[in-house]
């Protein structure tokens, strides 16, 4: 004859599905922050000075100040945000990152993600406008980061992150999921 309690069974599973919602859980969101690093990462810094010793344009720009308050170095970097469950629009206007490794801005990505539930929306996102949209600031300056006007990324941001993702995050996603 065989016998079983229910009750400890419906438990067992219950531990299993609480156990695959973490994993999962930290599977997505350590596979977003990374992505969100890489892109930070890929975004160049600025260069306030050109290697031939001129102002570098998008600097001297006076929209570009008007609506960034800065020309400082630093704005596309600090423009990364990472969202859970809506798209970032509007808001503040970023500061400029505090150094080209931008640890605030990692920093809050990571943060953005501790309420994240398993099912939910991410949102990576860049809210300055030169970095993919040319001509912002007039034919000056044509093109976007995005299209190669930093000497920094001069393949754009978007290109070399997709890549690293399919290189190496993709191979990682069952580390993330274990948590290793």
């Not at 960034?68 to 500061?95: C, E, H, N």
């Not at 393949?155 to 993330?176: E, R, S, W």
């Amino acid at each position: 004859m065989l016998s079983s309690n229910i009750d400890a069974v419906v438990l067992d599973f219950n531990k299993i599905k609480e156990r695959i919602t973490q994993r999962l859980t930290q599977m997505a969101t350590t596979f977003a922050y990374q992505v969100t690093v890489a892109a930070i990462d890929k975004t160049p810094y600025g260069t306030l000075v050109n290697p031939d010793g001129t102002i570098n344009m998008l600097y001297e720009n006076p929209a570009r100040i008007s609506f960034f308050g800065s020309d400082t170095p630093g704005i596309a970097k600090a423009g990364w945000q990472l969202k859970v469950g809506t798209i970032a629009y509007g808001g503040r206007k970023p500061m400029p990152a505090r150094s080209a490794q931008a640890t605030e801005i990692k920093q809050d990505a990571g943060n953005e993600l501790r309420p994240y539930k398993l099912g939910e929306f991410i949102y990576i996102s860049n809210k300055v406008p030169y970095v993919v949209k040319d001509n912002v600031f007039a034919s000056r300056i044509p093109s976007s980061l995005e299209g190669g006007y930093s000497l920094q990324a001069p393949d754009g941001i978007m290109k070399p992150t997709t890549q690293m993702i399919k290189t190496v995050f993709a191979l990682n996603l069952a580390k993330y999921y274990k948590g290793i």
